[in-house]
């Protein structure tokens, strides 16, 4: 009886020339080990000229004991040179590794065999962002230190707008026919009619040039790095921080300088604008219940735009002049540079005294001098 289930068996398993892909491909194992500051961490190996098997999300699957783990690794095994070429962050290496997909069955995904140079060009490819993104992050935490400043120097917007790493882009002849201006998120703040904050400093009704300064950054990509009202002719001389305010039960109370972004967006805008925008919002609420307006409704004008100008923002968009459906009022709207945070805001004053910018500043190109884009 035991021949005949052995020979049984042997007939029923199917011969290596009809298995699939996911049989005959190496299932990578988790290897725990232990790191130098003494956590636990786990690293799979690829290994060049194998289809391999990988976890897709390792951190939910695996447990030492019940302890969770934190550090996972993929190892680059070459088989040419005997040696293993790198190990690196498993969550760094997800997006280098999309295009050698074979398959996906949940939890796992099927890597196809990649040659030794596919694999020693990853390696250099995940290990050139993973600096990049050290670089970056180190700039970020710098800029969030010149973004909430509550002073400015006539050279630092001079730098923000005119640097070697900036461009501008100029939306002429821009609507404030009540010259009472706000500077806010247009999707988490301006909504909200009951607390609209205004700029303590009005401007003369009229139409003004609003400018964009956009800069290419190292270790990174396009960005907007300043927005920027001219309400006046002469250079402005001297910047001082703008005040604003805001009614609550019919008084008017003082408000905090700058402006708080919850949806990466910024924009400056009058307050005829505003109201048109509320009415806006009501009868788009009534017609869309239950939609988002980012995604359903300003998402397709803002990748028109990308379309229009490619070179001066990223995919999906960073900048939109919007008339406002049913009126003659319109929005400048921008990418906040990094995005949420707490922006000041600046009036530039002529040799007179008089107003002539408003000006918020997102990115400090400084930040980057002397660094080489690889």
């Not at 609550?248 to 905090?256: I, R």
């Not at 002049?321 to 707490?342: F, H, K, L, T």
């Amino acid at each position: 009886m035991a021949l005949f289930d052995f020979l049984k068996k042997k007939k029923e398993e199917p011969a290596e020339e009809e298995k699939g892909p996911w049989e005959l491909a190496y299932q990578a194992q988790p290897q725990a080990y232990e790191s130098n500051e003494g956590e636990p961490l786990i690293v799979f190996t690829l290994t060049e000229g194998a289809d391999t098997i990988l976890p897709m999300d390792p951190k939910r699957m695996y447990k030492i004991g019940k302890r969770e783990i934190n550090d996972f690794r993929l190892g680059f095994c070459s088989l040419k040179e005997d040696r293993i070429i790198a190990t690196l962050p498993f969550y760094a290496c997800i997006n280098a590794l999309a295009p050698y997909v074979i398959d996906v069955r949940e939890p796992f995904v099927l890597i196809r065999a990649m040659s030794h140079e596919e694999l020693t060009e990853l390696c250099e490819n995940v290990t050139a962002d993973i600096q990049n993104r050290g670089h970056l992050q180190k700039a970020f935490e710098k800029n969030l230190e010149f973004i909430g400043l509550d002073h400015t120097e006539k050279e630092t917007v001079r730098r923000v707008f005119h640097s070697d790493r900036a461009e501008t882009f100029v939306f002429d002849n821009v609507r404030f026919p009540s010259g009472t201006v706000s500077v806010c998120d247009p999707m988490s703040q301006l909504p909200d009619r009951d607390d609209p904050r205004w700029l303590d400093e009005s401007i003369p009704a009229g139409t003004y040039p609003l400018t964009l300064a956009i800069v290419h950054l190292p270790y990174d990509s396009v960005r907007i790095a300043g927005m920027k009202l001219q309400v006046g002719g002469p250079e402005a001389e001297e910047y001082r921080s703008l005040d604003t305010w805001y009614m609550k039960n019919g008084m008017k109370k003082d408000g905090m300088p700058g402006f708080g972004v919850e949806a990466g967006l910024a924009c400056i805008a009058d307050e005829a604008a505003a109201e048109a925008y509320w009415n806006f919002l009501d009868q788009w609420n009534r017609d869309n219940p239950g939609k988002n307006l980012y995604n359903d409704y300003f998402a397709e004008l803002f990748q028109k735009s990308y379309e229009e100008h490619p070179d001066l923002q990223r995919e999906g968009g960073d900048f939109l002049r919007w008339q406002i459906p049913g009126s003659e009022e319109e929005i400048v709207m921008c990418a906040s540079g990094y995005g949420d945070g707490y922006y000041s805001v600046f009036g530039g004053y002529d040799s007179d005294g008089k107003l002539s910018e408003i000006v918020t500043m997102f990115i400090d190109p400084d930040l980057f001098e002397g660094e080489d884009h690889e």
